[in-house]
């Protein structure tokens, strides 16, 4: 028998018809998954970017409403890097790979490279004391839906940020222009991962935290750094002076 459609594959073949033809040969949630995000990979091969002088959490707040959609909200972070063109990024949080697959098509052709921290199927309480799931499909490794042409300059680390991000810190010999923070959304773990991160960012470096409205780690972390912030859309963006 024929596996029912979840709701999330639903979803991702009511907003792209071209995946009806797949969702007929296999319902399987990875492979769907990896045909959805080839679409938008696809989308942005032609996609020229043109941001005009904007101070640059104005240019961030720009690539959000360009690029920000239902299916994937951190696809803006392409755009980010062609604005910036980052040498060094550093993410901790990958699951599927959605976002690491983006910084990474912004990246292509450049000598940026991207350093991504994991730790597989996890679960923790947020601070409102709800449930939080991060889960991949069985048999499969995070980060899997991001394209073999696209990995050439990705170093993808899995472990616990808080062993691993100290060491990669300590690894990377040189500053670190963009840090996005999409792991543990919790209070203390944010703040650790921001305080981790910041003595190696770059001046003018920018400091991205993707919800960053679920507390006030973001918040107060900027304003006991002195940090040029907002929060827009949910997505935390400071830029270091």
């Not at 912004?106 to 709800?130: A, F, H, M, V």
Request: hydrophobic share 35%; aromatic share 10%; proline share 6%.
């Amino acid at each position: 028998m024929r596996p029912k459609p979840n709701r999330d594959n639903l979803q991702k073949i009511l907003r792209h018809p071209q995946l009806i033809l797949d969702s007929l040969k296999n319902l399987d949630q990875a492979n769907l998954s990896k045909n959805h995000i080839n679409i938008h990979l696809k989308k942005l091969s032609k996609f020229q970017p043109e941001i005009k002088a904007l101070e640059p959490i104005e240019k961030v707040c720009k690539a959000i409403d360009i690029l920000s959609n239902p299916c994937y909200p951190t696809e803006y972070l392409y755009l980010v890097c062609k604005i910036f063109n980052p040498a060094v990024f550093v993410e901790t949080g990958v699951c599927y790979g959605g976002s690491s697959a983006f910084i990474l098509k912004g990246l292509e052709n450049t000598n940026g490279r991207l350093y991504s921290i994991d730790l597989p199927n996890i679960s923790y309480k947020r601070d409102s004391g709800n449930l939080h799931k991060d889960d991949i499909p069985e048999n499969l490794k995070s980060g899997f839906i991001v394209p073999s042409q696209l990995r050439f300059n990705w170093n993808l680390i899995l472990g616990d940020s808080k062993i691993e991000l100290p060491k990669l810190m300590k690894f990377i010999d040189r500053p670190i222009n963009i840090f996005h923070h999409d792991s543990m959304h919790t209070y203390d773990f944010m703040m650790f991962e921001f305080e981790t991160v910041f003595p190696k960012l770059s001046s003018g470096g920018i400091l991205l935290s993707d919800d960053a409205d679920w507390n006030g780690a973001f918040e107060d972390f900027c304003r006991k750094n002195s940090l040029k912030h907002c929060i827009y859309h949910g997505k935390g963006i400071a830029i270091k002076t």
